[in-house]
């Protein structure tokens, strides 16, 4: 709370001095834009962070306005866009980002992403394709595994996927892609193996553990995978399941798991209720 009176006592103290040792107003009024800069830094990266994305995009076109050439706020009204899920807005602003002349690789990557967020998957593997070799980040071949399931490259997409995995401290996510890729292959085993790892990265990670059900469903099996669940995911688990052996032709099973579900949940299980009333129906 001290801090802003402090800084106006240095600035008051500069004032004064500058009518005795000849500094000029323009090095004052440097000076109060040096502050002025720093706080505006801290309130964009709030902005960015912590604030609402669709006030952000408010407060960064605005701010864009008195500052149209400058490519730190153009980034952060693109960043804001995608946050705001607003991504046809997003890949116009990204455009507009990568044609400036400061532009580098990584904007290229946030433009990539931005395209396949709006559906435009063939121009995001184009924009890809003109990132250099050696920019070599995490989101770039995450990116670039995507664009490969899409095309059903899967050798280029499994390369793509192990590269991603080691260059995050998070591969909760990438696992988890990787898994849903195998599972549309209809390669069963090693999709459930990777939804496991993902699991392993990030207990909470409810939509692994869903897919880690439809991998075991898809195998005929049954029984829950011993993994951290609450008693409402238990009973969402058990639900999905129970569709899963309905799928496989396993009728009976499907209907002893949906009434464990609807049992297993504390509230009223209104989905599992009304599969279980269409099957019995």
């Known amino acids: 709370m001290r801090h802003p009176v402090f800084v106006f006592s240095c600035l008051a103290g500069a004032l004064t001095l500058s009518a005795c040792s000849g500094t000029t107003n323009g090095e004052v009024n440097r000076a109060f834009r040096d502050v002025n800069v720093v706080d505006e830094s801290n309130l964009n990266d709030i902005m960015l962070t912590v604030g609402d994305p669709n006030e952000a995009v408010v407060y960064f076109q605005r701010t864009l306005q008195d500052n149209p050439d400058r490519i730190d706020l153009q980034r952060s009204l693109a960043l804001s866009l995608i946050r705001a899920k607003r991504p046809t807005e997003g890949v116009t602003a990204w455009d507009r980002v990568v044609q400036h002349k400061d532009s580098i690789p990584d904007d290229k990557v946030e433009f990539a992403d931005a ?127 129970g569709l899963s052996a309905v799928k496989q032709g396993d009728t009976q099973t499907g209907k002893s798991l949906l009434r464990e579900a609807i049992d297993t949940h504390p509230q009223h299980f209104e989905d599992a209720v009304r599969s279980l009333r269409a099957l019995e129906g």
């Open 115 to 241: 395209l396949i967020r709006d559906g435009q998957w063939d121009r995001a593997d184009t924009v890809l394709d003109t990132v250099p070799p050696t920019h070599e980040t995490f989101n770039r071949y995450r990116l670039e595994a995507m664009i490969a399931d899409s095309n059903k490259e899967w050798k280029k997409s499994d390369s793509f996927y192990e590269t991603a995995v080691g260059l995050t401290t998070r591969p909760s996510g990438v696992f988890n892609n990787w898994g849903y890729s195998k599972l549309t292959r209809g390669e069963f085993g090693e999709a459930e193996k990777l939804f496991g790892q993902a699991i392993q990265h990030d207990p909470d990670l409810f939509t692994a553990k869903n897919n880690l059900i439809l991998a075991r469903g898809a195998q005929r099996n049954y029984t829950l995978p011993v993994i951290p669940m609450k008693q409402v995911e238990r009973a969402q688990l058990l639900h999905t399941m």
